[in-house]
């Protein structure tokens, strides 16, 4: 909503609003070189043609800090939003989706084209409210970059315009009061032991992502079966049955024990589920059959 934007932001919306054609938020992306515009326009980030990024602003999100610059205070919690709850599965995926591209944009040391939105609800129901809609979306003639990535505090910092600045904590710490992002829970013991092992937050993270599909997801990884996730559905039949392997910066490799290996030549329904950047803003994961497991990425020599 307009009165949550910064008014030198807002001055910019406006401009680039009244001085072009009307266009729809669809044609804007489509524009921009993103393919299937209207198919991905509830996206929040596209990789468009000449393998440029663009990624939504969401302007009421944007604060200013010395100097004018602009800069966007980016959660890597894809679990929960912005103004608290539980994500659903679909903006889960959304949320990875859209933190993927930063990431290989700051990997390839790439800007990032913008599209600077303002919406029809609070900020903080966009995601929730079912009637929420794009209030207004224009493309910014400034590029963006992603000038922090900091895990370990689940943000990251973009920044408008030329590299070289950044906010001061002060600035980062009034930015988060300022669009309602929650400090960084401390870890107990138990956090900070998935912190250090990417086995244990690949079984978390598989256990959450069947669960949000309404399967049971029971870890027997104690019975040394040859798995360690039997997945079933609500009828109590075994849809799969998972060996969990998590790897993450630096902890790349993996083997498969005498049991994982006894029970994947018995076939269907014996799965190797790889789970990448296990702790990290961008987890995903690949199922490979029994038939498959050599082409996994990290396997290590039996």
Not at 70 to 90: A, K, M, N, P, Y
Not at 93 to 99: S, V
Not at 185 to 206: C, F, K, N, V
Request: aromatic share 6%.
């Amino acid at each position: 909503m307009d009165k949550e934007v910064e008014p030198a932001v807002l001055a910019v919306i406006n401009e680039k609003r009244l001085s072009g054609e009307k266009r729809t938020p669809v044609d804007i992306i489509a524009r921009m070189g993103v393919f299937e515009a209207r198919d991905k326009a509830s996206d929040q980030a596209w990789l468009a043609t000449g393998d440029n990024i663009i990624a939504t602003i969401w302007a009421e999100l944007v604060s200013i800090g010395a100097g004018g610059r602009w800069f966007l205070l980016e959660s890597l919690d894809t679990q929960r939003r912005i103004g608290g709850g539980d994500r659903s599965v679909l903006q889960i995926q959304r949320a990875k989706d859209r933190l993927g591209l930063l990431k290989r944009a700051l990997d390839a040391g790439q800007g990032v084209r913008a599209v600077l939105q303002t919406n029809r609800v609070a900020i903080r129901d966009a995601e929730s409210d079912r009637a929420a809609r794009v209030s207004t979306r224009v493309p910014d003639d400034e590029e963006w970059h992603v000038a922090l990535w900091e895990p370990a505090r689940k943000f990251a910092v973009l920044v408008r315009g030329q590299h070289g600045w950044l906010p001061s904590d002060e600035e980062i710490q009034a930015a988060r009061a300022r669009i309602g992002m929650p400090e960084e829970a401390p870890q107990g013991a138990s956090g900070e032991a998935a912190a250090d092992d990417p086995q244990a937050a690949a079984m978390d993270y598989l256990a959450r992502h069947f669960a949000g599909y309404g399967y049971k997801a029971e870890d027997v990884s104690a019975r040394k079966l040859g798995y360690d996730i039997e997945v079933s559905d609500k009828k109590g039949k075994v849809l799969l049955q998972l060996a969990v392997k998590g790897t993450a910066t630096g902890k790349t490799g993996f083997k498969l024990t005498d049991e994982e290996r006894a029970c994947a030549k018995k076939g269907d329904p014996w799965r190797l589920a790889v789970v990448t950047d296990a702790f990290g803003p961008a987890t995903q994961h690949k199922l490979y059959r029994a038939s498959e497991i050599d082409k996994a990425p990290g396997l290590e020599p039996f």
